[in-house]
């Protein structure tokens, strides 16, 4: 606030500062006819808009507490400010990382008892053997088993899942093929009518309910200690890299979810020193970097994110 040079000294000497040379510019000093104060940015706003300020309160001494003083809170924020790892101590949760994977609709995995409880295409009474997009299928849902209008995911097992190191029977690749909807209900079968299609439908593929496949997952912290081994890379491929989808031995029964997070690396084991004979253990080799997409009970299926060399089966896995 500007005054004329000759007013300055009636300011300094009603007001509660002895020394002039102690009032620094940005100061606000509120004048009326019957009071001269200092104020806060925040009260000459008030006052500026037209809103009374409240009374002045006196000034405590350093033995009167903390109430009615805003000293202590005005050096936190100051202090604050001055922090430059301030931001370090916030209680606010991290950002979350999410993995964008737009093909899962179209390659899949399911397990033994999933496929017990999936239905078949039959075929239908054209000639045609394949069936293709917006073609009347029959498949075998009868009456109580299917209702007008549900929609099913038609799929094709491509081949059998073993587990590399126990020979036990872990699931099946299946490869995606269409999706249906049930047009027309009978006693034992149904007449679908497919309204999508990836590739031809024979007779002998697969349905099981339609669920919309995720395209965006969100990355979950594994508590549980997670370890295990890469059992399937997808069908007909040779070798394994960044951007493929391959089948792991751990599902959600040992702590994996959608989400989890997991490094690939070749396990360490004991050679013989060709010079002194003796038997050394040589180190684990990381090769990359997993996250999964879809977890069953016992098995599932993970992307490939980063590899410095080819993933082959038999490679193990754990959690960060």
Known sequence: MATPS????SIWQENDIENPHLIY???MIW???????????EEAARLMHGVQAPAAQPELGPDAGDSGSSAPSRAADESAKDDPFAELDSSAPDITRTVQYPGLHRFSYVTEQELGGAASV????????WTSQERRTIVSLGEGQAHMGDAYTI???RRRVIHPMTGVHMGYFMQILGKAEVVEIHPETSFVKVV?????IEPGDRLIPYSEAPTEFTAKITEAKVAGVIIAQMPY???TLEGDLVIIDRGTEHGVSSGSELEVYRA???VVDPVTLGRVLVPDDVIGQMFVLRASDHTSLALVQSANRTVRVGDHFRNN
């Open 6 to 9: 000759g007013v300055w000294p």
């Open 122 to 129: 039959l075929g239908s009474h054209d000639e045609s053997y």
């Open 268 to 270: 360490g084991r004991e």
């Open 196 to 200: 999508a299609a990836y590739a031809e």
């Open 155 to 157: 799929f094709r097992v």
């Open 25 to 27: 510019p940005g100061d």
């Open 31 to 41: 004048i009326t006819e019957g009071e001269m104060r200092k104020v806060t940015a």
């Open 237 to 239: 491929r040779q070798y």
